[in-house]
């Protein structure tokens, strides 16, 4: 599945007009955790859209898809530094790592219409702010929901990681 790695490289584009992927994506917990959240929620999206059963991807499969993402988008000098530091995340259950997870599969199931909850918090203060934005002209021919999960994207990965 190249939907993980795909949506992965998207991220890791937008950074270009910010300066370039800080260094911080490569070892903060938040950060990985975020990453790989994106990937594995762009598995279960792609998954469902096949109507496949997530159970047809067992863990170990599941995580060579998202190991696969991350090898796309880290130097590869770094690649097993990178991918031995999330496993630790991963192992130790690390909050900062769980909540980047979160963070971003709520953030993906938004865009793809799968969640919306007007009453999130987070939700609530991206489409308050995809509006403001929208209103300057920022957003401009973008869907509504695109407009929201951009400024999602942005309250909950880029403005915390750079």
């Known amino acids: 599945m190249v939907a993980a790695g795909d949506a992965v490289e998207r991220l890791f584009r937008l950074f270009g007009p910010l300066g370039g992927v800080p260094d911080k994506v490569w ?4 950060a990985m955790g975020w990453v790989t959240g994106y990937a ?30 991350w090898e796309r ?7 097993m530094e990178v991918l031995r530091r999330c496993q630790s995340f991963v192992n130790s ?20 219409g799968f969640q919306d909850d007007p009453n999130d918090l987070d939700i609530a203060s991206a489409t308050k ?4 934005l929208a209103q300057g002209g920022l957003y401009e021919g973008l869907s509504e929901r695109s407009a929201v999960a951009g400024s999602l994207t942005a309250r909950l990965f880029y403005e915390v990681v750079t």
């Open 40 to 69: 594995n929620t762009a598995v279960e999206i792609y998954a469902g859209a096949n109507h496949a059963s997530l159970g047809d991807l067992d863990n170990v499969a599941r995580g060579q898809i998202i190991s696969a993402g």
């Open 129 to 132: 702010r995809a509006n403001m």
């Open 73 to 79: 988008v880290t130097p590869k000098d770094r690649q």
């Open 27 to 30: 070892s903060d917990p938040y």
């Open 93 to 112: 259950l690390d909050p900062e790592y769980q909540r980047g997870f979160e963070a971003a599969k709520k953030t993906l199931l938004y865009e793809a």
